[in-house]
């Protein structure tokens, strides 16, 4: 392979089941690993928070009806942005729509200086930066053959794709199209060395000990 992809942690060390996901403490730890950055997921509360968390419900609590005084434990994107801006690349995936100038503020505050894309399952969520005239690069996320296409339609640089719909022939039309390609949730050896020998131009995985021993 002529150069080793980026290798990010999914949702921080994922796999260190000692430490919770989504928290600075896990983005560290991926870090420490030796990846170049990590993945995380941010949500909306009721408040108008912008909170580090995956599931749309936490301790009973469903996060879009949280209250100020709710799921204070979670951190803030921020929080995240103030610590990791300036130390890793950031996959910054929004879960919800109506996050969309809230981000784009704190990205203008805390400029991640080692590369940032802001991704989305949802193409409204994109649609909604790109009319905002963001100044990140956008990404699609797609675990589902049907989706596949939307990447050409959108204003992404970044296609996000779960590691199963990748093949050689789909990474070189990606790489045509002047866009860079991520594959998810990558946790054995064997499909990261695939999928790097395909060429792809990031590997997001919970295994983070393992991807960066497979590359480094």
Wanted: net charge negative.
């Amino acid at each position: 392979m002529a150069s080793a992809p980026l290798l990010l942690g999914h949702r921080g060390a994922r796999a260190t089941k000692s430490v919770a996901e989504n928290t600075t403490a896990s983005f560290e730890l991926a870090l420490q690993h030796g990846c170049v950055g990590f993945e995380f997921d941010v949500r909306l509360t009721a408040a108008g928070h912008a909170v580090i968390c995956h599931d749309a419900e936490v301790d009973g609590v469903t996060v879009s009806c949280a209250t100020p005084t709710q799921l204070r434990h979670l951190p803030q994107l921020s929080d995240v942005l103030l610590h990791f801006a300036r130390r890793a690349f950031l996959d910054i995936e929004l879960k919800v729509p109506g996050l969309e100038s809230q981000v784009l503020v704190a990205l203008r505050e805390h400029r991640p200086e080692r590369g940032c894309v802001v991704s989305s399952f949802l193409p409204e969520v994109l649609l909604g930066l790109s009319a905002r005239g963001a100044a990140v690069s956008l990404g699609i996320i797609c675990d589902q053959r049907k989706d596949l296409d939307r990447w050409r339609d959108l204003p992404v640089a970044y296609v996000i794709l779960h590691h199963s719909l990748i093949t050689s022939a789909l990474v070189e039309e990606v790489h045509r199209a002047d866009k860079i390609l991520f594959a998810w949730t990558v946790n054995d050896q064997a499909s990261m060395l695939r999928l790097a020998g395909w060429g792809v131009d990031g590997i997001i995985s919970d295994q983070t000990e393992l991807l960066v021993r497979t590359f480094r």
